[in-house]
Nanobody
Framework: QVRLVESGGGLVEPGGSLRLSCVGS????????MYWYRQVPGKERERVAL?????????DYANSVKGRFAISRDNAKNTVYLQMNSLEPEDTAVYYC?????????WGQGTQVTVSS
């Protein structure tokens, strides 16, 4: 059974940093492309970043987070990370981890990030 569990969200002041983690289980983690998305109430879910499988040599970011966020993975720990720096109030959202397996997509439960003074 595929399972994704996010953690690391919280309340942070503008300009601050957070690191989100997503632990995967039930699938060969190193073979899967991993994604981070975010969603604000009333808006569509937005893809924030992705990292390729295996060594994670390919990464892609939404324009809104380029230069501030960094995605990485540790296959030994079945974990994908999202390092978020220079956070802005506009980054406030629920952040989700996603992967796909045999054409089926899987999501975690999400972790809330709130950027506010």
């Amino acid at each position: 059974q595929v399972r994704l569990v996010e953690s690391g969200g919280g309340l942070v002041e503008p300009g601050g940093s957070l690191r989100l983690s997503c632990v995967g289980s039930g699938f060969p983690f190193n073979q899967n492309v991993m994604y981070w998305y975010r969603q604000v109430p009333g808006k569509e879910r937005e893809r924030v970043a992705l990292i390729s499988n295996a060594g994670g040599g390919y990464k892609d970011y939404a324009n809104s987070v380029k230069g501030r966020f960094a995605i990485s993975r540790d296959n030994a720990k079945n974990t994908v990370y999202l390092q978020m720096n220079s956070l802005e109030p506009e980054d406030t959202a629920v952040y989700y981890c996603r992967t796909t397996r045999s054409g089926v997509e899987y999501w975690g439960q999400g972790t809330q990030v709130t950027v506010s003074s």
